[in-house]
């Protein structure tokens, strides 16, 4: 998938980025934790069939990536920043140990459907932080879900060789950096 701005996940792009833009995006917050993450592939379709250039490459078997987990305010909110120059970091909530956030990207192109297939991509990462007995942040356990669907609104979208929905999940751990 090419995205008209790559920036976090997807898949080549988690391993490749969220929302691209020309300035950078420091990571909100109070950093919790800092990870490498490692997503194996476990399922993956899009409504019609696969792309024409198969799905290994749109969805990865495997995908890795460094990011940030941080607290952004009282209440349980949370960011995954990734380690890639602007990406954008990912939103939602962090509550106990339960992490789940996302970014929603429009404009992408799903080129390997059609160079006119223009889709908005939703990266959502969730699972749980695993700490330590004096309560450090050690590791994380959870899923990427990476789901592209037609972007109506631009002008001539039209995704030929598959129809989305198309999605992939990954079932994702993260350790510190090194380890």
């Known amino acids: 998938m ?3 701005a790559p920036a976090l996940l997807l898949l080549p792009l988690l391993a490749a980025g969220c929302k691209e833009t020309p300035e950078s995006f420091p990571c ?3 950093p919790v934790a800092t990870f490498a993450f490692n997503g194996t592939r476990t399922e993956v379709s899009c409504k019609d069939g696969a792309p ?3 799905t290994n490459s749109v969805y990865p078997a495997t995908v890795s990536f460094t990011g940030t987990i941080s607290h952004l305010t009282s209440g349980g909110s949370a960011a995954l920043c990734v380690a890639r120059p602007r990406a954008e970091p990912l939103i939602g909530t962090l509550v106990s140990d339960a992490l789940d956030v996302a970014l ?3 404009g992408a192109l799903f080129g390997e459907c059609d160079p006119r ?3 908005t991509v939703r990266q959502q990462v969730n699972g749980t932080l695993q ?3 004096g309560g450090v942040a050690v590791g994380f356990t959870g899923t ?3 789901t592209a669907t ?3 609104t631009v002008p001539g979208a039209f995704c030929n060789q598959c129809v989305t929905p198309c999605h992939a999940s990954y079932a994702l751990t993260g350790l510190p950096p090194g380890t």
């Open 2 to 4: 090419r995205r008209l």
């Open 28 to 30: 909100p917050g109070t």
């Open 52 to 54: 024409a250039a198969g």
């Open 104 to 106: 929603d990207t429009r």
């Open 117 to 119: 297939c223009a889709v």
């Open 131 to 133: 700490r330590d007995p």
């Open 144 to 146: 990427l879900l990476d």
């Open 150 to 152: 037609l972007d109506i």
